[in-house]
């Protein structure tokens, strides 16, 4: 099930990470560690971290397929989504990477400097655009669990869904 509006005209389809695609609980329950996540986490430990893996694996086949980019803009870890997308997507997948992943923390236990991290996630999402040579905001779709992310997104042009994980 897709919208035959963002099927349509979405050149660029983001996703915010924590508490969209990820339940933050996830953080409390196993060990975050990369190769935690990519080798031992069990079946059902993935299902209950993200709910929703293999309908966002099928959709980022179906949209990458048809020509549209994709990317992940988070002010969460890197190398923790960068796991999560070689769980599913396989090992040394080239869906999301550096190019098109984007997260204000690279590593576990990283310092952040919360002067140069931006207030939102436009900028994550302007880079994503350069690196794919797009410069139209209204071809882009965000999804995203914050509403001041959504409004600030929206004052660009980017279309912005503002979603949770079900619980």
Not at 56 to 66: G, R, S
Not at 124 to 129: E, L
Not at 151 to 165: C, P, S, W, Y
Request: hydrophobic letters at 40%.
């Amino acid at each position: 099930v897709i919208s035959p509006y963002l099927d349509k005209y979405m050149q660029m389809w983001v996703w915010d990470w924590d508490d969209t695609l990820i339940d933050t609980r996830a953080y409390y329950r196993h060990s975050m560690n990369g190769d935690y996540i990519r080798y031992q986490m069990t079946q059902e430990e993935l299902e209950l971290d993200f709910p929703n893996y293999q309908y966002f694996k099928d959709l980022v086949y179906y949209l990458v397929k048809k020509g549209v980019r994709v990317g992940i803009a988070s002010f969460g870890t890197y190398s923790i989504i960068l796991a999560y997308m070689d769980r599913i997507f396989g090992m040394n997948q080239k869906l999301f990477t550096s190019v098109n992943l984007y997260a204000s923390c690279q590593e576990i236990g990283g310092t952040r400097d919360y002067r140069k991290m931006p207030i939102n996630k436009n900028s994550y999402i302007q880079k994503i655009m350069n690196h794919y040579k797009l410069n139209d905001y209204s071809n882009v779709v965000l999804f995203d669990d914050n509403s001041t992310n959504i409004a600030d997104a929206l004052r660009l042009g980017v279309f912005a869904i503002q979603m949770n994980i079900p619980v």
